[in-house]
């Protein structure tokens, strides 16, 4: 097996997020998790289910949806997770698009009377939008459609919910609430050698039982490995991007590191479309990418 210095897995790896949120023998990690964010509007969620985590597009000629983890409650609302690690140019577009998958499956045949359920996406982030550094102490965003003279929820039933990760900086004596501790967990998993104590709860021992790497199987070894180093590797590139001062706007800052991480995994022989929904650059960007690649 191979050696790594941390003990427990890095959430914003995509194994990581899937081994913790997305596989059905830990759908209680994720169900209490969403409990305790949607508690106040959503009461107590009873059971999950996960769906397909590809929704096609309506044409060929429309780009489909990959979400990271898709389900729905036992009232039918859906719900979106998806974990950024970095910044991507329009991803609040990007998760506005992905929540009209959700309310275009609610439609019906025949008699329908437009009625939806409610559709929430929750986006953990890995980094800070930059109109959004003003505001250090603030990290959770929610957002409704409201009424812009009395700032009253006009429609109720589509919800975003922006977790700014790096912004959470309380410690373990610092926590007041339940998700308080879940987003400790997910913001500081991977450097911790222990369960600490204020965590010492059902919930939280099955969560380290799980992201703990010693129990893995040689399989599963192999697949974080390969989506660690993914991680690594992206971090790198855009922490190098911004040594250089390349980060000057679209064309000169994270495109970059981006441009990087596209190349190297064309150089895998990764498909065009993954690696568009992983990078967001378009088909066309990643086509350029390639034909440059060619003729160096």
């Known amino acids: 097996m191979a050696e790594f210095t941390e003990k427990y897995i890095n959430p914003f790896t995509d194994y990581g997020f899937k081994r913790l949120f997305g596989e059905e023998p830990n759908k209680d990690l994720l169900l209490d998790f969403l409990n305790e964010m949607l508690k106040e509007e959503q009461g107590q969620i009873v059971e999950l289910t996960y769906l397909k ?43 506005v698009y992905y929540a009209t998958f959700p309310i275009r499956e609610q439609a019906k045949r025949a008699d329908w009377n437009y009625e939806l359920k409610a559709v929430y996406t929750v986006a953990i982030l890995d980094f800070v939008f930059d109109e959004d550094k003003a505001q250090p102490e603030k990290y959770r965003y929610d957002v409704k459609l409201t009424d812009t003279e009395s700032h009253k929820v006009f429609y109720n039933k589509l919800t975003f919910i922006y ?3 790096p912004k959470f900086n309380k410690t373990v004596e610092e926590l007041d609430t339940r998700f308080d501790k879940w987003l400790y967990v997910i913001r500081n998993l991977n450097k911790l050698d222990r369960v600490p104590d204020k965590l010492r709860e059902r919930i939280f021992n099955k969560l380290f039982e799980t992201a703990e790497i010693a129990r893995f199987t040689p399989e599963q070894v192999r697949s974080y490995e390969d989506s660690l180093k993914y991680y690594r590797d992206l971090k790198n590139s855009l922490d190098t991007a911004r040594e250089e001062g390349l980060i000057e706007g679209i064309e000169k800052g994270i495109e970059q590191g981006i441009a990087k991480v596209a190349l190297n995994m064309l150089k895998k022989g990764i498909s065009v479309g993954v690696i568009s929904e992983t990078t967001g650059l378009t088909s066309q960007q990643i086509e350029r990418l390639q034909n440059r690649k060619e003729g160096n």
Request: hydrophobic share 35%; aromatic share 10%.
């Open 163 to 165: 977790l700014e990760m």
């Open 53 to 95: 985590n590809e929704n096609l597009s309506a044409s060929e000629l429309d780009r489909k949806a990959i979400f990271d983890i898709y389900c729905e409650n036992e009232r039918g609302e859906k719900f979106i997770v998806e974990l950024q690690k970095t910044k991507q140019n329009f991803f609040k577009d990007r998760t």
